[in-house]
């Protein structure tokens, strides 16, 4: 397929983490055609990636290794056609969603990546990051490995080729290559005749498993089983292995799970990442953020007439702090859905702004009043005052900011691009500094204390307010590319 033009220095900074990666499988033991729900699971996973995207598909009655693949730069609506989904023939497959935290953004490095060895094939796409990819990237290439790719998910995909060598099994293997890889993923792998999912023991990333009459489904999030109307059977636990196939159902291997309490979900993943309408370990995220919402009007409370949320990830907790409160939830934004990550970024000297581009206040709705606008983080604090801004213009005649999370301050090495400190606004700045610099009346964000309480107590990784990871953050900067 023809590479995409990829305009240059386009991409949108709306301050922002990245939202990682999304992955998305099925079995159909009818021996149905997959593609087109993979297709439908990973439109309603875009927000988890929006660089690159693939699917892969296998007959598993056909010639065993014979895996049709397809994946390029862009969303799943510019990538997949009518004419190529018709081509992706096979009752077994895998696709993926990508953001790039690892590696370079190129086609190259787009998901799945499909593996021939002497067992077969191996289809594999992964969302999180290994911390310890550098070595096990070392030690591969010492013993002959090539690499056609620069992000870690192809070290595991190795690491399972090579173990598979050694066990009578492909899951046997998967349980091997996690005894050496460290830090997230969330994994699903396409073999012959199986479907795998596998989870880190911390649980970083989310995984679920759903099914539709005689097709099971793996997926980053709910909301995709949802979309083409499985049932969301229950999720992959932490550090689970499941094997999926026609002989077997849903197999189970535990031994590589944890003692529960150290176990480290993303709590970003509820705060900001996941869609709303997914559920994660059983926790809903969209009562999460509500839960998020009504501890900032509880702890930082001010008066006002209306409460905003910035678009879309800030809403529910602007509803959450308008049921605390009783101030009226309102709209002060319209978004502009049509603006993709990429368009041609305005100049240092063109007038427009690329916040303006994407969001327009609702003058009608703020002027001359008091507003409480909810955003879901600040990172760097370049679009916040921004906003502040575009709503006094707009005749706001206060406008306080609370944000539904605590400080970030420190980088993230599992799955997100949570930048380094001296990148973070927060970072080295007291909250009354920060609300000078970004123009506000007021600014509150959620205490850390909150954390654990907006996800119903389930054990969760805060590494990037508190600095305290639950795994030894790595030596070597593993954000970069391998051949650095
Ligand atoms: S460091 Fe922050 S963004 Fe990274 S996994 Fe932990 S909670 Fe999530």
């Known amino acids: 397929m023809e590479k995409r033009c990829v305009m240059d220095g386009a991409e949108m900074q709306m301050d922002k983490p990245g939202e990682e990666c999304g992955v998305f499988g099925a079995y159909d033991f009818d021996g149905g055609d997959v593609a087109p729900s993979i297709y439908y699971g990973l439109l309603a996973l875009q927000h988890r990636g929006q660089e690159s995207c693939g699917i892969a598909v296998s007959d598993t009655t056909g010639p065993k290794g014979k895996v049709l693949c397809t994946k390029d ?19 077994i497959g895998v696709g993926h969603v990508r953001y790039s935290t690892a590696g370079s953004s190129t086609r190259e490095n787009a998901q799945p990546l499909v593996l021939n060895y002497v067992k077969g094939t191996l289809g594999l796409a992964h969302n999180g990051n290994l911390i310890n990819a550098p070595e096990l990237h070392r030690e591969l290439a010492y013993t002959g490995a090539i690499f056609q790719t620069t992000i ?10 090579r173990q598979r060598l050694n066990t009578k099994s492909v899951e046997e293997a998967v349980a091997q290559a996690m005894e050496k890889i ?21 649980g970083f990333r989310p995984l679920c498993i759903g099914k539709r009459d005689n097709t099971y489904f793996l997926a980053s999030e709910t909301c995709a089983l949802d979309t083409i109307g499985a049932e969301h059977v229950r999720d992959v636990a932490p550090g689970e292995i499941v094997t999926i196939s026609p002989e077997k159902g849903i197999e189970s291997d535990t031994s590589m799970c944890i003692p529960i309490k150290h176990q480290a979900r993303c709590v970003f993943e509820y705060i900001y990442f996941a869609r709303p309408d997914t559920y994660i370990d059983g926790m809903s995220v969209y009562h999460s953020r509500i839960m998020a919402g009504k501890f900032l009007a509880m702890d930082s409370p001010v008066e006002a007439d209306l409460v905003v949320g910035v678009p879309e990830s800030g809403n529910c907790a602007a509803l959450g702090y308008c049921l605390q409160s009783g101030i009226p939830y309102g709209q002060a934004f319209v978004k502009n859905g049509y603006v993709g990550r990429t368009f041609i970024k305005p100049g240092q000297k063109s007038r427009e702004s690329s916040v303006q581009v994407k969001l327009n206040v609702l003058r009608e709705a703020v002027d001359g009043k008091r507003i409480i606008m909810i955003d879901d983080s600040i990172v760097r604090g370049t679009t916040s005052d921004r906003i502040v801004h575009m709503l006094r213009e707009a005749g706001a005649k206060e406008v306080h900011m609370r944000v539904s999370s605590p400080p970030f301050l420190w980088p993230c090495y599992f799955g997100t691009d949570v930048p380094a400190r001296d990148q973070l606004i927060a970072c080295n700045r007291s909250v009354e500094e920060i609300c000078q610099i970004i123009g506000a009346d007021s600014l509150g964000y959620l205490r850390i204390e909150r954390l654990g309480e907006i996800v119903g107590d389930r054990p969760i990784c805060k590494g990037c307010f508190t600095g305290k990871y639950p795994l030894e953050p790595p030596a070597e900067d593993i954000r970069g590319e391998f051949e650095s």
């Open 152 to 161: 870690d998910s192809e070290v595991i995909a190795y690491h399972i080729a």
């Open 73 to 91: 730069m862009g969303l799943i609506n510019e990538v997949f056609t009518p004419e190529i989904l018709e081509k992706l023939r096979g009752d």
């Open 182 to 202: 460290k830090g997230a993923y969330s994994l699903i792998i396409m073999s012959p005749r199986k479907l795998i999912g596998a989870r880190d023991p911390f």
